[in-house]
T-cell receptor, first 116, second 110 residues
Framework: DTGVSQNPRHKITKRGQNVTFRCDPI?????LYWYRQTLGQGPEFLTY????????KSRLLSDRFSAERPKGSFSTLEIQRTEQGDSAMYLC??????????????FGPGTRLTVL | GIQVEQSPPDLILQEGANSTLRCNFS?????LQWFHQNPWGQLINLFY???GTKQNGRLSATTVATERYSLLYISSSQTTDSGVYFC????????????FGTGTRLKVLA
C-alpha cells in the first residue's frame, strides 16, 4: 500500500491557462474525493466519486472545473481559464466504504497551484 | 446551518505539557476523523472515531455523538506535535456533507 499520490506537487501557471492535476488513490478504494485548501483555512469539499460515478459536486466547483475518474481508479481535476483566486492547495483523498472503518479518508500530499 | 467548530483556535505549550482540543458539531454524524496537518501540508490520520474512545500512544480521543462533541488529548507534548489539528465530520442528514472544522494551531516550545 503506497498511499494516495498526487501529481504534480507544485504548479505555477499564468492567468487564463488550463491546468490538470492527477490523483492515484489507494488501490481498491472505491471512493475518491477532491478538496481545496486556501491559506489559514481547513480543506473544503469539492466533489467525490464512487467508482467511476461522480456523485456530488460542491457549489465551489464552478463550470471552469471538471473532474473525471474514467475507470474507477485514478482521477483528474482540470481547471480551465485559471484565475488568481484559484491559487490554493488541491487535496485528494480516498476511502473504502466496504472496510471496517466506513469511509475513513486518507489524503495525498496535495498539489499547490499558484496562478500569476 | 451545519457547522463544525474547534477550540481553542491557537495553543502554545511547553514541551511535556498536556492539552485537550475540542470539536463541536451541529448535527448527527456518520463518521468523525482527527487529522494533524504538518508544515508541508500533509494531512496525517490520527483517529477515526464516530463514537467512543481510542488511544494511540500519547494521543487519545473521545467522541460523545449524542452530545455532538469530540475531544483530542495530547499528553507529554513534543515539538514534533506542532502543526494544525483538524476534525472532519460526515453528517448523516441531507446531501453528502464532509466538513472540516476550523482547526487548532498548536505550537510546542522546547
Amino acid at each position: 500500500d503506497t498511499g494516495v499520490s498526487q501529481n504534480p506537487r507544485h504548479k505555477i501557471t499564468k492567468r487564463g491557462q488550463n491546468v490538470t492535476f492527477r490523483c492515484d488513490p489507494i488501490s481498491e478504494h472505491n471512493r475518491l474525493y477532491w478538496y481545496r485548501q486556501t491559506l489559514g483555512q481547513g480543506p473544503e469539499f469539492l466533489t467525490y466519486f464512487q467508482n467511476e460515478a461522480q456523485l456530488e459536486k460542491s457549489r465551489l466547483l464552478s463550470d471552469r472545473f471538471s473532474a473525471e475518474r474514467p475507470k474507477g481508479s485514478f482521477s483528474t481535476l482540470e481547471i480551465q481559464r485559471t484565475e488568481q483566486g484559484d491559487s490554493a492547495m488541491y487535496l485528494c483523498a480516498s476511502s473504502d466504504t466496504a472496510g471496517g472503518s466506513y469511509n475513513e479518508q486518507f489524503f495525498g500530499p496535495g498539489t499547490r497551484l499558484t496562478v500569476l | 446551518g451545519i457547522q463544525v467548530e474547534q477550540s481553542p483556535p491557537d495553543l502554545i505549550l511547553q514541551e511535556g505539557a498536556n492539552s485537550t482540543l475540542r470539536c463541536n458539531f451541529s448535527d448527527s454524524v456518520n463518521n468523525l476523523q482527527w487529522f494533524h496537518q504538518n508544515p508541508w501540508g500533509q494531512l496525517i490520520n490520527l483517529f477515526y472515531i464516530p463514537s467512543g474512545t481510542k488511544q494511540n500512544g500519547r494521543l487519545s480521543a473521545t467522541t460523545v455523538a449524542t452530545e455532538r462533541y469530540s475531544l483530542l488529548y495530547i499528553s507529554s507534548s513534543q515539538t514534533t506535535d506542532s502543526g494544525v489539528y483538524f476534525c472532519a465530520v460526515e453528517f448523516t442528514s441531507g446531501t453528502y456533507k464532509y466538513i472540516f472544522g476550523t482547526g487548532t494551531r498548536l505550537k510546542v516550545l522546547a
